[in-house]
Structures are given as C-alpha cells and as structure tokens.
Nanobody, 118 residues
Framework: QVQLVESGGGLVQPGGSLRLSCAASGSRFRLYTMRWYRQTPGKMRELVASITSSSSTNYADSVKGRFTIFRDSAKNTVFLEMNGLKPEDTAVYYC????????????WGQGTQVTVSS
C-alpha cells in the first residue's frame, strides 16, 4: 500500500512564505503526475498546481508567480513553495498523485491546514 504524507502547514502573516511537502511511501510503486489541491469549507476542491514526471508544471491563475511546485524524484517527494501569501490562500491543502502499483490509482494525502492571517 502507498501512502502520501503531507507536512509544512501552519499559521503565517500576509506576505509570508510556507513550504509544503508531500512524501510517498510504500513498496514497488511508480509516481507520475503529482498535484496540490486546496479546499475551504463549503467550496469545491481547487487544483493549485501540478507537476508531471518530466517536471512540466501548471498553476492556477490565482497562484501564478507566487507558488512554485517542484519534486525530488529520488525521495518520492513533491513540494509547494508558497510566497506572498494572502488571506484568500487560507485552506486545507491536499497532495494528490497518480501512482502505478500493478494498476493505476489516484492517491490522496490527509491534508494540511494553511492559515494566512495577521
């Protein structure tokens, strides 16, 4: 079984920075596209950023120029560097990955809270 474990959330002031991490663990798996989503109460989960196995990236318009997604393939880890944080970035952030373990499946992390407030 493969697990995704996120870390790095917390409370930060507007304009501040945070780095989220998501590490995949298990055996005999292959990671492909990895993504960060976020969700606030009463709203749909929103795709924030994605990165393919060849490190091609995409971002939501709301975070372009402020957030950077990157991965360390040797450590099966994806990161989300968040700069210039705004109160509207407050959400639970979820890691998602397309993983091959005998067959393709989509895996989710447990989520990490990011709160931007003065």
């Amino acid at each position: 079984q493969v697990q995704l474990v996120e870390s790095g959330g917390g409370l930060v002031q507007p304009g501040g920075s945070l780095r989220l991490s998501c590490a995949a663990s298990g055996s005999r798996f292959r990671l492909y596209t990895m993504r960060w989503y976020r969700q606030t109460p009463g709203k749909m989960r929103e795709l924030v950023a994605s990165i393919t196995s060849s490190s091609s990236t995409n971002y939501a318009d709301s975070v372009k120029g402020r957030f950077t997604i990157f991965r360390d393939s040797a450590k099966n880890t994806v990161f989300l560097e968040m700069n210039g944080l705004k109160p509207e970035d407050t959400a639970v952030y979820y890691c998602n990955a397309d993983i091959f373990v005998g067959l393709w499946s989509s895996y989710w992390g447990q989520g990490t809270q990011v709160t931007v407030s003065s």
